[in-house]
């Protein structure tokens, strides 16, 4: 069990719970915000909660050997992005976490952040009857050895931005054109492979809630 931070050390945290928003829009968002927090460290943290449109992205040493297809040639947008990790797929139905945190109130340990994130995922499968797995060397949650979590960070200056994804009843078609995260042997799936009729919105909430027991912020909605 990782443990969650103590209760006088609570932190304010803004939560905005968004809808359908483009990469590029939430990606110029989250370095705003970021850079505000560098040059600022007083300011509270953030949790933005939504889904994209179809996009790939690559972090920032990703190996293009991953796509299955012709740059020129594919049908949805492609991002070379700041974060870790290999190649990925955003759409509707997968829940995206950006977490804007100072680490410096938290821990300066990226990976106590990292399993941290996994904990928050691993709870929320919880809730659900499902039990959430770690694999030894990689990042990420899985059930029965389906991953249906992933996660990418970038850090400046011990704060954070990029972070979790978790697949609640996306179309899956899209991670066929790419190896995703870069890991050949283990397949991708989604929450509704166990729970057919699961909603996103019903989601969202235990993921927020996870995240506050995870982290010990207090949310301060926005819309």
Known sequence: MINT??????????????GLVSYCDAWNWQKSLL??????SILHDVLILLEHPPVYTLGQGASLDFLKFELDKNDFEVYRVERGGEVTYH?????????????????????????????VLIKVLAVYGLKGDRLAGLTGVWID??????IGI????WVTMHGFALNVCPDLSGFEKIVPCGIADKSVGSMAQWIPDIQ????????????????????????
């Open 35 to 40: 850079q505000a927090r560098v040059y600022n």
């Open 200 to 223: 996103l919105d019903e989601v969202r909430l235990q993921v927020a809630k996870a995240f506050a027991e995870v982290f010990g912020v207090e949310f301060i909605p926005q819309s």
């Open 5 to 18: 931070l103590p209760q006088q050390q609570h932190r304010c945290c803004y939560l905005y719970n968004q």
């Open 154 to 157: 970038k850090v400046s200056r």
């Open 91 to 119: 759409c509707p139905g997968q829940l995206v976490g950006y977490p804007i945190l100072n680490l410096k109130y938290y821990r300066q340990d990226l990976h106590w952040y990292l399993r941290q994130l996994e904990e």
């Open 145 to 150: 050895g389906i991953k249906v979590g992933a």
